[in-house]
């Protein structure tokens, strides 16, 4: 019996190998798919594997690749990528913005996609408003994707909606920051335990609410006024306007009105439990919905500055492809399909529907679970997204509108050229960041902070930035203008 069992299990096996041979002998192996490497900025969302898996099974059926989407937080997402763009790290497409894009575009990190864009990718092209294209050209020459949304986000005050309508406040009537100071002093008597004013180290670009715009993106103090036809350079710290601002934070901050943490303060994410009356933010019209999903309450806002189209906004969001990749067909595949596929674009927004959401009988996105949120600012075309419960239908009509009445910068398309300064550039920008979050926050007092930080900027070659700054926004303007701009200068 024992012997019949052996020959039994023997030709079992031999029967099986008979079977898998012909299996093993074929030499047509299918090619695996292509997988890219695409870097973000976000909260790691508890469902981010789920939504990759949606989205791969999405790319793959209609365009035959897959993506490993990676969202870096808040806090980590610049040292990371900066170290991932420094070492040679395995990329393919990153989201950049503004001075950061500039500089990595022009040391040669990025992908040049003009030729792309103009031919094979011209649908692409033409989903994006024109002044996009034209801030973030370098050279003429374009290395990013520029996030298809409002063009001249504006500062807004964001508004507990709940304690709005407690204490019947018409927050129409709130236009600057020191129009807030009475209604923040009544919610620090009455509500103890709500924060009348957050602030985080995150800060605001608050050029705009004093009238003026960057010249270098937010890296260094130098600006010009909003409207001045000659654009004179000038540092925002000896602003009679910025430091009427300054002012007023510490006041406020010394009385209480703004969280005493304000400098230690980081990703929004991790405070969204605790009660705040206002803080500040940036966007578009019909903001109110998508801030009321961001911080968990509902939101209702109140624009504080006027829409110009600058530099800063036009850069402030783009998607750029490693030069370097393996993959530049599917990289701009990719690019293709969140700025033209509404199927891509939803599922990167609001997660899986049934699962993240759901659409109500007039097709809004009713959000269900907090498993996943998408950061709209840094992933594609906005016109082709869903409008949110709360939200106009006509949103995006509205949007375009906004887009058209927004004025326009006289430096849009300038391309300063600081390379035979770097080192200044580099010992201004840090004393800069260094002083700035402290001085918007209110946290220490102006006069003498300033002092020092203008000193300080000043021995490390603020001055040679401004005179070389000025120099070539005259020559810019003067070949935008012709014999107009000289005759100006007199």
């Known amino acids: 019996m024992k012997r019949i069992r052996m ?26 798919p292509v997988v890219l490497r695409y870097y973000t900025i976000g909260r790691a969302d508890r469902d981010l594997s789920q939504v990759n898996d949606a989205l791969n099974r999405l790319l793959m059926e209609r365009y035959g690749f897959q993506v490993d989407y990676r969202k870096i937080d808040w806090n980590e997402y610049e040292d990371t990528v900066n170290s991932v763009l420094n070492t040679n790290q395995d990329f393919d497409v990153v989201f950049t913005w503004d001075t950061h894009y500039m500089k990595n575009a022009t040391n040669g990190v990025f992908l040049d996609l003009t030729d792309y864009l103009l031919g094979e990718g011209k649908p692409l092209y033409d989903a994006v408003e024109p002044r996009f294209w034209q801030g973030v050209r370098i050279n ?4 990013g994707i520029p996030t298809n949304k409002e063009l001249a986000p504006v500062i807004q005050l964001l508004f507990s909606q709940e304690l709005v309508d407690k204490y019947g406040i018409r927050i129409e009537e709130y236009h600057t920051l020191s129009d807030l100071e009475p ?5 620090a008597q009455r509500e103890p335990d709500v924060v009348p004013m957050l602030f985080t180290s995150e800060r605001v670009n608050m050029t705009g609410l004093v009238g003026y715009e960057y010249v270098v993106g937010e890296d260094l103090p130098l600006v010009v006024r909003r409207g001045d036809p000659e654009c004179r350079v000038v540092n925002l710290y000896e602003t009679k306007q910025m430091q009427q601002l300054q ?27 605790e009660q705040v009356f206002c803080r500040f933010g940036t966007g578009g019209p019909e903001a109110d919905a ?6 968990g309450y509902p939101i209702v806002c109140q624009h504080v500055s006027s829409p110009w189209v600058t530099n800063t906004t036009a850069r402030g969001a783009l998607m750029a492809v490693n030069a370097h990749t393996p993959h530049p067909k599917e990289a701009l595949q990719f690019l293709q399909a969140v700025n033209l596929d509404p199927d891509v674009r939803n599922l990167l927004n609001f997660g899986i529907e049934g699962v993240h959401y759901q659409l109500t009988e007039q097709d809004q ?5 907090d498993g996943y949120r998408g950061v709209p600012y840094t992933q594609g075309n906005w016109y082709i997204l869903k409008t949110m419960v709360g939200e106009d239908p006509k ?3 509205r949007y375009r509108e906004y887009n058209a009445q927004a004025q326009v910068s006289e430096l849009l398309g300038f391309e300063p050229d600081l390379r035979e300064l770097e080192q200044e550039y580099t010992q201004v920008s840090k004393i800069y960041q260094r002083f700035d979050n402290a001085l918007l926050t209110g946290s ?13 900027m000043r021995q490390a070659g603020i001055e040679r930035l401004q005179q070389q700054l000025q120099l070539q926004v005259d020559q810019w303007l003067q070949e935008q203008r012709g014999e107009e701009f000289v005759e100006s200068r007199g």
């Open 7 to 32: 020959f039994a299990l023997l030709l079992a096996v031999l029967m099986l190998a008979g079977c898998t041979r012909p299996q093993m002998a074929n030499t047509e192996q299918e090619e695996p």
């Open 183 to 187: 209604v923040l002093t009544m919610i």
């Open 290 to 295: 998508s801030f009321t999903v961001d911080f």
């Open 395 to 397: 949103k995006w009509d």
């Open 365 to 369: 996105v009713e959000m269900i679970s």
């Open 444 to 456: 220490v007092e102006p006069a003498a902070y300033r002092s020092i930080a203008l000193e300080d």
């Open 247 to 273: 002012e007023t934070l510490h006041r406020f901050y010394e009385k209480g009105l703004i969280n005493a943490d304000a400098t230690l303060r980081t990703a929004i994410s991790r405070f969204r439990e």
């Open 140 to 143: 003429e020459r374009i290395f």
